[in-house]
T-cell receptor, first 114, second 114 residues
C-alpha cells in the first residue's frame, strides 16, 4: 500500500517557467512533509519542508503548498533553472520526537529544457 | 554537514554470499536509518536504529540484519545475498536544523548481486 504517491514519473519544463510537482498521501496521521532532490550517483538532499499546521512554506525559488483536506501537496519552482533537473522525492512522516521514519513517494524526474 | 560516509560505494557479489555495508557518522546523531532505492518504489526503509544496540525493522527488512555497537557506525548485513537485493542503499541520520527536521543521506552504495 503506497501511502505517499507521486503519479507523474517525469516532467519537462522550459527554463524560466514554473515547475509544479505533485504528491498525494493517504495516511491522515502524517503531520510533516518534505521534498528531497536527487542527482545521479548522489544521496537525496533536503529541499524544503512543511508542517501540517501551515498551508504554505517558501524558500527562495521553492514553495511547498499543503492541502490537508485533499491530502495533497505540491512543490513549485519559479523560475526553473537547468540545475533543477533531478529526481524529486516527496516524503511524509508523523512527528515522533526525533525518530521520524520518513515514507517516500516513487519520485518525479524533472527535466528543465534550456 | 552531518558527515555521513558509506562504504563501499560499489560492490558486486555472488548470490548466496554474505555482504556487509557500513555507514559511519561523525556527529553523534542518535537516529540512523537504512533505505533502499529501486525504480518504481522510491526509497523504502529497511531497518533503523535509535541508539547503540537499539534497532528495529522497517517495511522491507526480510533478508537483512543490522548492528550498531557504536554510536557512529550502523552496519547493514545481507546474510545470503539474492538478486532481488540488487539495489542502491542509502544510510541516513535524523537531524534538526532550526525549525526544520529531516534526514541527511549518505552518498549511497550500489550493490549488484549476480
Amino acid at each position: 500500500d503506497q501511502q505517499v504517491k507521486q503519479n507523474s514519473p517525469s516532467l519537462s519544463v522550459q527554463e524560466g517557467r514554473i515547475s509544479i510537482l505533485n504528491c498525494d498521501y493517504t495516511n491522515s496521521m502524517f503531520d510533516y512533509f518534505l521534498w528531497y532532490k536527487k542527482y545521479p550517483a548522489e544521496g537525496p538532499t533536503f529541499l524544503i519542508s512543511i508542517s501540517s499546521i501551515k498551508d504554505k512554506n517558501e524558500d527562495g525559488r521553492f514553495t511547498v503548498f499543503l492541502n490537508k483536506s485533499a491530502k495533497h501537496l505540491s512543490l513549485h519552482i519559479v523560475p526553473s533553472q537547468p540545475g533543477d533537473s533531478a529526481v524529486y522525492f516527496c516524503a511524509a512522516t508523523r512527528t515522533n520526537f526525533g525518530n521520524e521514519k520518513l515514507t517516500f513517494g516513487t519520485g518525479t524526474r524533472l527535466t528543465i529544457i534550456p | 554537514d552531518a558527515g555521513i560516509t558509506q562504504s563501499p560505494r560499489h560492490k558486486v557479489t555472488e548470490t548466496g554470499t554474505p555482504v556487509t555495508l557500513r555507514c559511519h557518522q561523525t556527529e553523534n546523531h542518535r537516529y540512523m536509518y537504512w533505505y533502499r532505492q529501486d525504480p518504481g518504489h522510491g526509497l523504502r526503509l529497511i531497518h533503523y536504529s535509535y541508539g547503540v544496540k537499539d534497532t528495529d525493522k522497517g517495511e522491507v527488512s526480510d533478508g537483512y540484519s543490522v548492528s550498531r555497537s557504536k554510536t557512529e557506525d550502523f552496519l547493514l548485513t545481507l546474510e545470503s545475498a539474492t538478486s532481488s537485493q540488487t539495489s542502491v542503499y542509502f544510510c541516513a541520520i535524523s537531524e534538526t536544523r532550526g525549525s526544520n527536521y529531516g534526514y541527511t543521506f549518505g552518498s549511497g552504495t550500489r550493490l549488484t548481486v549476480v
